[in-house]
């Protein structure tokens, strides 16, 4: 079945800066991958998500890359501010599975210094 | 639009205990529905899903259950508690076609 490891499991940057999450997946048939952002106390939120049909997708200070060839996505969080401070989870669907089960890394917690 | 509610939100049970969570989803119809577990700082294990009223998928083999009497309710059931079921539970839904799995604000259960 699908295996999607995700780094690092810890990132800590400068208000302003960006920060980089990492995944890789084992699937080649894998189509979907979405992208969540979990704050403290609440369910995951779906912030960004890319099909296999696309390179690159950005929706503001967020942009998501995938590299079917490598199996890797990364997720891109630009000018990050306090409130991105939160836990991110990759996560892909192989196609094969009739109920579109997500396969999760295993989280990043993302710290922004002020 | 589309709405999801779970509760409780937090509950305190004894060990043996029965438990029932539940999860309703508004605004959509025949929604496929995952309940998923999340140890401290850990991932999410999926637990069940279910593609249709009364049917249920076991993705590990455990202490729960799962049932879905009606097509937008989803319930999580225990006979007997363990320490080991504590941690944080999310239900999802997503609907029909290709789209992204929605979660719920979870409960968090704590097992004494």
């Known amino acids: 079945g699908e295996n999607v490891e995700q780094h690092p499991s810890t990132l800590s940057v400068q208000e302003g800066d960006s920060a980089v999450i990492k995944c890789t997946y084992s699937d080649s048939a894998s189509n979907y991958f979405p992208w969540y952002k979990q704050e403290l106390g609440k369910g995951p939120q779906l912030i960004i998500d890319?099909?296999?049909?696309?390179g690159e997708k950005k929706d503001q200070r967020i942009a998501v890359t995938l590299n079917k060839t490598a199996k890797h996505f990364s997720l891109h969080i630009t000018e990050t501010q306090p409130e991105d401070s939160a836990v991110y989870f990759c996560?892909?669907?192989?196609?094969?599975?009739?109920?579109?089960?997500?396969?999760f890394g295993q989280g990043t917690r993302l710290t922004i210094n002020p | 639009s589309q709405t999801i509610h779970q509760w409780p939100a937090t509950l305190v049970q004894p060990v043996g205990s029965p438990l029932s969570l539940e999860c309703t989803v508004e605004g959509t119809s025949n929604p496929n529905l995952y309940w998923y577990r999340q140890a401290a700082g850990r991932g999410l294990q999926l637990l069940f899903y279910?593609?249709?009223?009364?049917?249920i998928s076991s993705e590990v083999p455990q202490n729960l259950s799962a049932s879905r009497p009606q097509d937008r309710q989803f319930i999580l059931s225990s006979k007997k508690l363990l320490l080991s079921d504590s941690g944080f539970y999310l239900c999802?839904?997503?609907?029909?076609?290709?789209?992204?799995?929605?979660f719920g604000d979870g409960t968090r259960l704590s097992i004494l």
């Open positions: 996560a892909a669907i192989t196609p094969s599975n009739g109920a579109q089960k997500l396969v």
């Open positions: 890319i099909r296999s049909n696309v």
């Open positions: 999802a839904w997503r609907s029909d076609r290709i789209s992204p799995q929605h």
């Open positions: 279910s593609v249709g009223i009364g049917q």
